[in-house]
């Protein structure tokens, strides 16, 4: 992964930095929440319609938190489910090509979506919650954002 210019305590993505803890912290101190309504977002009917417009979501939420200061590789955290029908999309390339592993307790990383986003799946994330973020820094909250998706 290629170094970029970020805060003095923000460390690079990796696989190891990522447990229940840490993602219940970003979870409880996210500098942003939103909330949006899954069946205005999804008003096609085909999963890659669907895919389209969850695509559409993240590109302005991530726009909002480099707004916001953020800066450095984003990351996506959600439920396995959530994971799941990302790894539908097109623009989704999976971190292992034989198999995913099934029925893990960790948070794991599952593939890129987008070449913008890694994309880990914690079963532990409530099924109605997204955490985007921007490397991994306690002092800048404001680098990660809270999604509350209601009507799912």
Known sequence: MKQVN???DCESPNDRFFTHPVVDWFLTNAGTTITFDWKTLSLGDTIKEKNEALYTKLVETTNMVVQKGGKGFFWIV???QM???MATSVNFVPAFNEQFPL???IVQRM???GKRWLIYSDPLVAADTLLIGAGFSK?????????K???M
């Open 78 to 80: 959600c439920t396995p």
């Open 149 to 151: 998706i209601e009507n």
């Open 6 to 8: 970020t805060p003095d």
């Open 83 to 85: 994971s799941d029908f």
């Open 111 to 113: 593939g890129i979506l």
């Open 103 to 105: 029925g893990y307790n």
């Open 139 to 147: 002092k800048h909250v404001n680098y990660y954002c809270k999604i």
